[in-house]
C-alpha cells in the first residue's frame, strides 16, 4: 500500500489514511468468498454502505489531488501516475470521471495482487531454504551491497522463483469472458452470451502441462518454455492483459532482494494454510516468517 501511494499519489498512506481504508472497503465489497458480495448495491448492507462512503472519500481525494497537482507548474508535478495523467487530461479528452475511476482501477487492481504475490513467493522460499542460498549467491554476484533498480534484469533464477511462485498460487485464480458471438472451441458449441471461466489455479495444476505439478521447481522456467502459450497465465491475457504486471515484478524483486541480501528466513506458520478464494486467493490465516540477520545467522552456524 505504501508502494502505491507514493507511486500512484505521490502520498504517504500513513498520512492518508483515506486510500487504504477505500482499498479496504472495495477489496471487502467484492470478496466472493462472503455471499453478501453478491446482493446487488442498492441493499443498504454493512458492507456496501461503507463501500459507497470510503469510495466516495477516495473519488473526493483523487479530484482534489488532482486540482492541487494543476496548480501546479508541470515542472514540478511529480512523475506519480496522478501527476502524469494531470498533464494528459489537459492534452486529451479523458474527462475527470474517467481519470478518476482509473486511479480507483489502479489501486483495486495492484495492492492485494502484487502483495499476495510476494506473500507466496515468501512462503515458498521459506520452505526451500538451499533456494534461498541460490538466491543469496545470484544477489551477490549481481549487486554491490545495494540492490538497484539496474540490477533487477540480471537476478534471472530470482525471476524464475516469482515465476513458479505465481504457477503454484496464482494470486489472481481466475477469471471470466463472455462469448460475444457463437463459436465453436476445441469442439464445444458456445452460445453468444455464454460466460467462460478461465481458472489459472487449476491449468496452472495441471499435468498435462506439468511435470509434478505441485512440486515447487524454479527451475522449469529456465529450460525451454515449450507448454501451450495458455498453460500459464498469471497476468491474464490479450488485450486486457494485466497493464502493472511488470511494475508487479519490479516491486516483488527489489523487496525480496532486500529482505534476502540481509535476511535469512523461515516458516513461522502453518507449511499449509488454507486458501480461500476470495476476489483473489487469499490465505486463510496470516503466513508468517522469522528472519535471521545474516551476521547472527553465521554467528549461529559457527
Ligand atoms: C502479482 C501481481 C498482479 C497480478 C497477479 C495481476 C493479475 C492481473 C490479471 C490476471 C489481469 C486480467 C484480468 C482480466 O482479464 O479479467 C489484470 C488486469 C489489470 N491489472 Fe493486474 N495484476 C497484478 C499487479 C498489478 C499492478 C501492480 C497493477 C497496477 C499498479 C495492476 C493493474 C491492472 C489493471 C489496471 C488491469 C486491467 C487492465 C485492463 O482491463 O485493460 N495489476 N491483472
Known sequence: MDVLGRTLFGVDVTENPVISEASDAILARFDTSRFWSFLPDRLPTPTNRRYRQKLGELQTFVDDLSEQRREERPENRGDDLLSILVNFVETSDLTQEEFRDNMVTFLFAGHETSALGLTYTLLCLAQHPEEQAKLQAEIDAVCEGVVTAENLPELERMEHVIDEALRLYPPVYTFFREATQD????????????????????????????????????????????????????????????????????????????????????????????????????????????????????????
Open 183 to 302: 463459436v465453436e472451441l476445441q469442439g464445444f458449441d458456445i452460445p453468444e452470451g455464454t460466460t467462460l471461466v478461465l481458472p489459472q489455479w487449476a491449468v496452472h495444476r495441471d499435468p498435462r502441462w506439468w511435470d509434478d505439478p505441485k512440486t515447487f521447481r524454479p527451475e522449469r522456467f529456465a529450460s525451454d518454455t515449450d507448454w501451450p502459450e495458455y498453460a500459464y497465465f498469471p497476468f491474464g491475457g490479450g488485450p486486457r492483459h494485466c497493464i502493472g504486471m511488470r511494475f508487479a515484478r519490479m516491486e516483488i524483486k527489489t523487496v525480496l532482494a532486500t529482505i534476502l541480501s540481509n535476511y535469512t528466513f523461515e516458516l513461522a506458520s502453518n507449511p499449509n494454510p488454507d486458501l480461500i478464494a476470495s476476489t483473489n486467493l487469499k490465505p486463510g490465516e496470516p503466513i508468517r516468517i522469522k528472519l535471521y540477520k545474516h551476521d547472527d545467522f553465521e554467528g549461529m552456524a559457527r
